[in-house]
Nanobody, 122 residues
Framework: QVQLVESGGGSVQSGGSLRLSCAVS????????MSWYRQAPGKEREFVSA???????SYADSVKGRFTISQNNAKNTVYLQMNSLKPEDTAMYYC????????????????WGKGTLVTISS
């Protein structure tokens, strides 16, 4: 059973930093893309950053140069280092994986975490 658990959210002042983590379990011998999304109050969920399996990282224009996505060596935890935070970064941040392959079976299935709240005060 695939599970994603985010952590690291909190409340900081504008200009501050936070590091989000997302631990993935239930994916032994699997390959998957990992990404972060966010949803601000009253807005739709939007893409923040991605680190594909074997590919290059990507970022939304709004966070380029401020956020950095990375993963651990085991590729079962993805991080989002967020610097120079702004009030408009306030949102619930969600981790997503797109399961591609487990062993010899191929998939194209998304799994989401429950989110971690980030609040930036001015």
């Amino acid at each position: 059973q695939v599970q994603l658990v985010e952590s690291g959210g909190g409340s900081v002042q504008s200009g501050g930093s936070l590091r989000l983590s997302c631990a993935v379990s239930g994916t032994t011998n699997c390959w998957y893309d990992m990404s972060w999304y966010r949803q601000a109050p009253g807005k739709e969920r939007e893409f923040v950053s991605a680190i594909p399996s074997g590919g290059s990282t990507s970022y939304a224009d709004s966070v380029k140069g401020r956020f950095t996505i990375s993963q651990n060596n085991a590729k079962n935890t993805v991080y989002l280092q967020m610097n120079s935070l702004k009030p408009e970064d306030t949102a619930m941040y969600y981790c997503k994986i797109t399961l591609l392959r487990c062993g010899l079976r191929y998939y194209n299935t998304d799994y989401w975490g429950k989110g971690t709240l980030v609040t930036i005060s001015s």
